[in-house]
């Protein structure tokens, strides 16, 4: 099961708007994912010297202020933190590798989910319309997002299990299936350096992706390579700075559903979350075909 | 016409009232706000008439005997599913397994199927305005299968007695299966179905698909029997 939902807003007037038109969508998918749920949203993005990172941690009172002050303290750099429940959005001029490595000393306990110059990532177990709500996002504005609502299947219910998984800068993955090859791609990976949080199959497509991208890679040409190198079951959206992409396995066993007006372009496990959208009686709908690579952009134009 | 909103009556409500044994035959019912719920008219069982406004779910029309039931819109997973006499129709697109281990009646789609349209189809008539997926007639023991667009890979997968006919192009054939050539009896099977559908094309253009009969254990005593 699972279910998984993205919206990109073409109509940039309808962005203040992106949260309350986005929590239908999600909340539709309850019933394919009540063990947890998680959203992408990119809103706010950052001067090009800094990075948004996502930071999340079990307890919702954990002293996010001492994360603040420790990097300023070591690295004499500018970090500024805003708590949202178990998750802190922190925004600071150091790299990535200097932050995580420092977390991993002194505050081992803290996740890095994610990262770039406007991506936030939020995911928690429970139902989704909770989830939502704790992450008070049906007030939010924005671009697009992108979610997802888990039945757990490879792995256990934990918020470490959750998707979305983080890909690179500003990228994020989620999806609806199985991977087959994970354990065995997932040790290739290591030995190329990557770091794992998780035993979750999710977790190894997107480290797969940041590998693809690290070797400068576009998104498509990864999204290409992982039709040969990922084996199983899988309708991924992934999340990019400017739009996000779909692919299917070339069975194209999950479902997927994608539709476009003038103001939205949006894609669903199933038609019901996207028909809450405004004017989704007039949309194009139509269902995405295996192996094949699509790409909505910073213009809202669909490329396959 | 009876107006049935689905909002307000829920799905339930809605297939009951369609369902009941004193459903005035040559009523003609119309469904809003589907909201792509999934098993919209399901199990329909006298000659009425159901249009359906707005987009549909998974397994609309499942089952469908007698009933005349028209998307106007775009059908999920499983439109038609198991149809055993009647006809179904949608305006747009219509996801995987349409018309699936259907028996009879006729599914007119005007725009394009998605794959494994027609898997184990068992006496139905399809006819898609637009193209088909892959993996579609996999199995296909008995019916037309009439497609004015292009079919992708594996077409006719281990394929019985099912005819299937193609305008434009085949990305592949599947196991068992074979171009064959088109007689006049196909020519007219094909042409009455068009008419049927109310789809415009010449049923000269298209191209004869079917079992080469090696891969099941054909005998042709039974030929009958399909």
Redesign the interface.
Known sequence: MCGIVGLYLKNEALRPKLGELFAPMLSEMRSRGPDSAGVAIYRNSVADSETKYSLAHDSSDYDWKAVDTGIETTFKCEARIAQIDTHAILITTLAENKLRGWLAEQHPEVRLVGSGQSLEIFKEVGLPDDVYRRFSLKDAEGSHMIGHTRMATESAVTTAGSHPFATGSDLCLVHNGSLSNHNRLREQLQKEGLHFQTENDTEVAAAYMTWKLRQGLSLHDALEGAIDDLDGFYTFCVGTGDGFAVLRDPI?CK?A?MAETDDWVAMAT???????LPD??NAN???P??ATVYTWGGQGEVKH | MSTLDLQTLGLRAINSQLNTSDVASGSSWEITEP????AIACGLQSDIKVDIR?????YCAGMNQKADVTVH??A??GLAENMMSGQVRVT??A??AAGATAHGGLLVIEG?A??RCGISMKGIDIVVGGSV??MSAFMAQSGNLVVCGDAGEALGDSIYEARLFVRGTVENLGADCIEKPMTDEHIKTVDDLLKKAGIDADAKDFKRYGSARQLYNFDIDNAGAY
């Open positions: 194209a479902h559903v199933e038609f019901r979350s996207i028909a809450t989704s009686n709908i139509w269902e075909k295996p | 909201q792509g719920q999934h707005g987009h549909v779910g998974f819109g775009h999920g997973v747009g697109n996801s995987q394009d998605s794959s997926g892959h």
